[in-house]
């Protein structure tokens, strides 16, 4: 599967939420957290994996936000994935692109993803 196959997975089924969970455990930092492998991941888990690859791949998140129709029924939260640049005290980055989920514990589960896809993006073009 590709990232974006990842992405695009709808969680709202359970078998969803676990091939999304089965795809977490292939990625690195998940599988030092000391957590049995294999189990669903709290929310928890997932925060420290974030804050983790952000902080070593200078990578930020542009907010959490839910979007509602007619302004009364929930739908999804998106939020944006940012690059940052390199040597700098400012926040200044590349867009890497907007992540969509039903739940937060889906949307925090596709950002990290995402940021995962991105690393191993530059890192096969060379640029990481």
């Not at 974030?50 to 990578?59: A, D, K, N, V, W």
């Not at 690059?83 to 950002?111: D, S």
Request: aromatic share 10%; glycine share 10%; hydrophobic share 35%.
């Amino acid at each position: 599967m590709k990232t974006e196959d990842i992405l695009n997975i709808d969680c709202r089924e359970q078998e969803g939420r676990d091939t999304l969970n089965r795809f977490l455990w292939k990625i690195k930092p998940v599988t030092k957290l000391g957590v049995p492998k294999g189990c669903i991941l709290s929310i928890e888990d997932l925060e420290k994996v974030l804050h983790g690859i952000s902080i070593r791949y200078g990578y930020t998140i542009q907010g959490i936000q839910p979007y509602y129709e007619d302004n009364q029924r929930f739908v999804f939260f998106s939020c944006g994935v940012m690059k940052l640049q390199e040597n700098t005290k400012r926040r200044l980055g590349t867009w890497i692109g907007t992540v969509y989920g039903i739940t937060l514990w889906e949307t925090m589960a596709k950002i990290i993803v995402k940021i995962y896809g991105d690393i191993m993006e530059r890192r096969k073009d060379g640029k990481a």
